[in-house]
């Protein structure tokens, strides 16, 4: 199989792919939460563990890179099967959709199962997508993805309005789509890939990279900083609104329109300029603009008062998470040697899952000793905290850090 052939196929691949990985999108930013709090009236700490749930997933991935070498699978392979006990997982949630624990946990070891095999996809598109067109094929396929949790998104609040408990047919889709993506991931292109020869059998092999990777720690500690304002406010969007004790519990429909479907349009529409920027563009730059834009949208969010604030918040957002996917997902492409793309990722999603894990739980700590207009201030000077801080680096940036963060893709070493 040639490159082209090898693209095309990846691509087209991820295009149905992203449909299933849309439905569950709206599990992780609105249904349920919204589920936890409308049906079963879930108490704080068992809220937190569900937003944590990927969270242990991201942190848990930094062991898949050691674990995938010791079983000899392949990348693909080993992706799809963890997805498919993720699905495994959530139809346990739909077979007993009465009970709150089982609720709860089915439906967070199905997100801890997906976030956990993020590295080795991300080790895919370095290896089968071109670093010239990386950020725009991968964008095209958020694109779809986005539209998808769109429709998803409209759909299940249609649904939920009609009648509460037609959360149920909720449950099924969510267990079907993680088992539909889990098939899809199968049929990728199993491509070669050589292991780090400096590699060890440790499974906490991988951090050695946080020591040896100047601009990888520099850029760890920018999205530390970033993620932790980011994750507290992205954890508190829903309950700000439909939890009647703090004075607003809008309908289910207005909920899912303004938290599922607002900033699924406008991540649409800024998906693809956002993927050819990233392919353009110096990385720094890229990450800086798009902590302003994700600044901005907690601020008015939280600071501004009514629908259309609450509106304009999540406009904000979708715009700022049409960027942040693509950078989140691919940043290390640019970054890390070709075989070792996979290591640097699954740190990358270790601190991630770390910060996401311990931010819901901070989040729901604040809500009873802060106003949300305080919590939305102080989430957003962490943000912009974030981009100052890289920005210091590019200016003091060598001719190493500008070769490989520029424009012209990923840095090459062999």
Request: charged share 10%; aromatic share 14%.
């Amino acid at each position: 199989m040639t490159d082209q052939e090898i693209t095309r196929r990846t691509f087209h691949n991820e295009l149905w792919r992203s449909l299933p990985v849309g439905a569950l999108d709206t599990l992780i930013t609105t249904f349920g939460m919204l589920i936890a709090v409308r049906v079963f009236d879930m108490q704080s700490l068992a809220k937190s563990l569900f937003i944590a749930s990927t969270s242990g997933g991201l942190m848990m991935s930094l062991f898949v890179v050691p674990l995938l070498l010791r079983s000899r699978g392949t990348i693909a392979s080993t992706a799809a099967k963890v997805q498919l006990c993720g699905g495994t997982a959530m139809a346990v949630s739909a077979i007993f959709p009465g009970t709150a624990w089982l609720f709860v946990t089915g439906l967070s070891v199905g997100l801890f199962c997906m976030a956990m095999q993020i590295p080795l996809l991300t080790q895919l598109y370095r290896a089968n997508y071109p670093a010239h067109s990386r950020g725009r094929l991968f964008s095209l396929t958020g694109t779809l993805r986005a539209a998808s949790s769109m429709a998803f998104g409209l759909f299940g609040g249609w649904l939920l309005t009609m009648d509460l408990q037609n959360y149920r047919w909720l449950l099924v889709a969510f267990a079907l789509s993680g088992i539909i993506s889990g098939l899809l991931t199968y049929r990728l292109p199993a491509t070669a890939w050589q292991p780090p020869s400096a590699a060890s059998g440790s499974l906490w092999t991988s951090l050695r990279w946080i020591k040896l990777d100047r601009d990888f720690r520099t850029l760890l500690i920018s999205w530390m900083m970033m993620g932790v304002g980011n994750l507290i406010a992205a954890a508190l969007f829903v309950e700000y609104l439909a939890n009647p004790r703090h004075g607003i519990n809008l309908p289910e429909k207005d909920i899912a329109w303004i938290v599922g479907v607002v900033p699924v349009i406008f991540r649409i529409l800024f998906s693809y300029p956002w993927g050819l920027l990233y392919d353009r563009v110096h990385f720094f730059a890229v990450r800086a603009s798009l902590n302003v834009f994700f600044a901005a949208a907690v601020f008015v969010f939280f600071y501004g008062q009514g629908y259309w604030a609450w509106t304009i918040g999540m406009a904000l957002i979708g715009i700022a998470n049409a960027g942040g996917n693509v950078t989140w997902s691919l940043w290390v492409t640019k970054l890390a040697p070709q075989h070792a793309v996979a290591e640097y990722m699954s740190v990358h999603t270790f601190f991630t899952g770390f910060r996401g894990l311990v931010s819901p739980f901070i989040a729901f700590y604040l809500i009873d000793h802060v106003s949300f207009s305080n919590i939305g201030i102080a989430c957003s000077v962490a943000i912009l905290a974030a981009s100052g801080f890289i920005t210091l680096r590019a200016r003091g940036g060598d001719s190493d850090t500008s070769h490989r963060l520029d424009p012209r893709g990923s840095y090459e070493r062999l």
